[in-house]
């Protein structure tokens, strides 16, 4: 095969003319590229084929060339990403990126499953969703002015984002994985096994080899050299995680990440970004390429339906679980507004989806039935939300007021008792006065749960039916376990930061622990039907869960009122409940009095 | 002295912040691109003034702060550490006042003001270290006392007019 210089010159003119616009408008030079690689495609079909009899998006060489871009961005994500990092990213941005990520797959494939989409093509889909944009939330940050250390929620939302990158990876490995295999057990398994290889070897490269080997590349002084040995390890790398059964990307970002906070950090950044520049270009405007404008039309109802399943997930779900981890409204929404994006995640994965092949009749056929349809799809996504995200994030403070206008006050006051406890053992307040430290029973259960609940999820047949009581007495454990830690905290909780009187200490802790096993018991559900017949059993859960929820608000209304309804119960006149609320000392022997922290 | 937090920002860079004595609370957010903004938030206040520096502006900012364009006098450097380190204060003896030509022991400074003077230092650079009670002061002296504010105050009052 000649290589294709006319279709590159073509492809690198387009990226020159897409970054200027983009810079010149002030956006995201991704958008510039997405959009000329639409108009690229067009003029491809419509012009270079017929008159020329060249054909762009079919090129070899900008194929080639694309996956390289995609290769070195990882890599360089993977250089920006550390164990460390990722230790430090604390409890509230672990447990965000988890709800977050969780969620919003699930939605995926609500979504796919309402457009007739198969569960492998479902999964896809909810990937695409699933991936918070770093990029758009720290843009809209920096120009919303909200990095200082008033806004304590911005280092949670951009820690979230590290974790949910991580993630990302793991999903990554375990859909392709599935669709080799058509979601046998036995194809996961072995793919799950190669994941392992490859995630093992580059940990213990990372912990153990790195500092050596990292001081003897260091010695290299010859520019030429060490270029030469960086682009080995890349493409070493990403030759390895094939050889595995994984996906390449996979091999580039564990290589990054295992040079990540060494000394060469910097120097590999500095001499090898020009690549990744060049080629990342390259890769977004073929993105751009395969995006079929025939095939938007189409697309269109199941792109409106991915938007909003994001807005909801993100705006609403999300942020209420801020609330449940102790931030305030404001804060909540913050984070929520911020996670709306979707950008080059949403891209990279859909064009390794509908890039994956599978044999049929001796000829290479698309692994997945909607291959086509995910370029617009993820394209779309991320032309929509990273116009929508800014503008949410800039009005994050009226839509928390509006939210909770709409919100029922028994749901409110639930969110804020659970808040007040989950904030001072591991949300926002914990860092200052942490009121439970670490329990490693309840971590030890928490880990297990969640690697059980993956091969849960994709498994079928025997080895299904033997892991699904595992969990679920998995999560009947840590409700039991949640329950005893909070009842030890509620004591040295400071309700009275919530202005109301709390009559019933244990039966906070019971609602605590009740709110949690509900979830875990939602997530549960989920991941059992997750391969079966989930179509209806999706929507049964769905009803289950609201009407737990109405349960729990009747267990909240027993435990505190309202002051409204308690001024009428407990006969407090009006002035009297101003005072306590002023010197926020209780000596009612009813009401429950905070220790002093 | 406070500490200066290191914070990091996964995507954007690192934050560094300074609690500032006088209440609120100094932010600098340094980027990946070197830009730098400077937050400010004022004790009790919501929302944190905020600017935006370029790389260099940065530079020459910083360059002004630590003292890089221009400096006060040491002299008046030393006496601003003094008085705030040790309730060390100087008052300067103007020509024509009263006090000049006589000595420290027949002004009976300790008694009048509650000032002890434990230095002296002349015009001519020379500087008296614990001067003996016989010590006459002259024109132009500065004298270091040890003393509060009250004391200082009637100090200055005595030497400038001889109350």
């Not at chain 1, 070899?60 to 990882?74: E, H, S």
Request: include cysteine; aromatic fraction near 8%; charged fraction near 15%.
């Amino acid at each position: 095969m000649a290589f294709d210089f006319f279709s590159l010159a073509v492809v690198t003119l387009a990226a020159f003319l897409g970054a200027v616009v983009a810079s010149k408008l002030g956006q995201s030079v991704i958008l510039g590229y997405l959009v000329v690689g639409i108009a690229l495609g067009e003029a491809n079909w419509r012009f270079f084929m017929p008159q020329a009899g060249v054909d762009l998006v079919g090129s070899p060489t900008v194929k080639a060339l694309a996956d390289l871009g995609i290769a070195f961005l990882l890599f360089f994500v993977g250089l920006e990403f550390s164990v460390r990092k990722l230790k430090n990213a604390g409890k509230p941005s672990t447990i965000l990126a988890f709800v977050d990520y969780g969620v919003l797959l699930f939605s995926g494939f609500l979504v796919g499953a309402a457009f007739g989409w198969g569960p492998v093509e479902s999964l896809f889909l909810g990937g695409i969703l699933a991936m918070s944009s770093l990029g758009i939330a720290a843009k809209s940050l920096i120009e919303l002015k909200r990095l200082d250390s008033a806004h304590p929620e911005t280092e949670v939302l951009l820690g979230s984002m590290v974790v949910e990158n991580f993630l990302s990876m793991i999903l990554l490995t375990i859909s392709v994985g599935w669709v080799a295999g058509r979601g046998t057990t036995l194809a996961v398994l072995q793919s799950v096994q190669g994941a392992a290889v490859i995630y093992g070897s580059f940990l213990a490269l990372a912990v153990f080899g790195m500092p050596k080997l990292a001081r003897l590349i260091e010695r290299i002084k010859n520019e030429e050299v060490f270029i030469l040995l960086a682009l080995t390890l890349v493409f070493a790398s990403a030759g390895l995680a094939v050889l595995f059964g994984t996906p390449f990307i996979l091999g580039t970002f564990f290589i990054g990440m295992a040079f990540a906070e060494t000394r060469l950090t910097e120097r590999l950044q500095l001499k090898l970004s020009t690549f990744r520049d060049a080629f990342v270009a390259v890769f977004f405007v073929y993105f751009g390429m395969n995006i079929a404008v025939d095939l938007i039309p189409g697309v269109a109802p199941l792109l409106a339906a991915a938007v909003v399943a994001v807005l909801i997930d993100e705006v609403l779900i999300l942020s209420a679980f801020a609330v449940l981890l102790g931030f305030g409204r404001r804060a909540a929404t913050a984070i929520g507004t911020a996670a709306c994006g979707r950008s080059e995640d949403a891209i990279i994965y859909s064009s390794l989806g509908s890039n994956l092949t599978r044999p049929e009749g001796g000829v290479q056929v698309p692994a997945l039935a909607h291959a086509r349809e995910l370029f617009p799809l993820a394209g779309g996504l991320a032309l929509i939300t990273s116009a929508l995200t800014p503008l949410l994030m800039r009005h994050s403070e009226g839509i928390a007021l509006g939210l909770a206008r709409f919100t029922p006050r028994a749901l409110r006051f639930g969110g804020r008792v659970v808040g007040a406890i989950f904030s001072e053992s591991i949300g926002p307040r914990a860092r200052s006065h942490p009121v439970a430290h670490g329990d490693p029973v309840l971590l030890a259960l928490v880990g297990a749960y969640l690697a059980l609940l993956l091969p849960l999820a994709f498994s079928i047949g025997p080895g299904h039916t033997v892991l699904a009581p595992f969990v679920v007495l998995l999560s009947l454990l840590i409700w039991r376990e949640v329950r005893i830690d909070v009842e030890d905290a509620v004591p040295k909780v400071d309700f009275a930061r919530l202005r109301f009187l709390v009559h019933d200490v244990a039966g906070i802790a019971r609602y605590t622990a009740f709110v949690v096993l509900v979830l875990l018991l939602f997530v549960d559900f989920v991941a059992i039907e997750f391969s079966a017949s989930w179509h209806l059993t999706a929507v049964a859960g769905l009803v289950t869960v609201a009407a737990l929820w109405l349960a729990s608000i009747r267990m909240m209304s027993a435990i505190t009122r309202p002051p409204a309804r308690m001024l009428a119960s407990d006969l407090l006149s009006r002035a009297e409940l101003e005072r306590r609320r002023r010197t926020r000392h209780r000596r009612d022997p009813r009401s429950f009095a905070p220790k002093n922290l | 002295m406070p500490e200066i937090l290191e914070t990091e920002l996964p995507g954007i860079g690192r934050r560094f912040t300074l609690p500032i004595e006088t209440g609120g609370e100094l932010a600098v957010v340094v980027h990946k691109s070197g830009d730098k903004d400077l937050y400010f938030r004022e004790p009790g206040a919501g929302d944190p003034v905020a600017v935006s520096l370029s790389d260099s502006e940065a530079r020459r900012l910083a360059a002004v702060l630590t003292g890089g364009f221009w400096q006060p006098s040491p002299i008046d450097m030393f006496r601003a550490a003094l008085a705030k380190k040790a309730g060390l204060e100087t008052v300067t003896v103007v020509g024509g006042s009263p006090v000049v030509g006589r000595r420290i022991l027949d002004l009976d400074i300790r008694r009048r003001t509650g000032c002890s003077i434990v230095a002296i230092l002349r015009e001519d650079g020379s500087s008296l270290p614990n001067p003996a009670p016989d010590t006459p002061v002259e024109a132009n002296d500065i004298l270091v006392v040890i003393a509060d504010a009250e004391g200082v105050a009637k100090l200055e009052d005595f030497v400038h007019a001889g109350l």
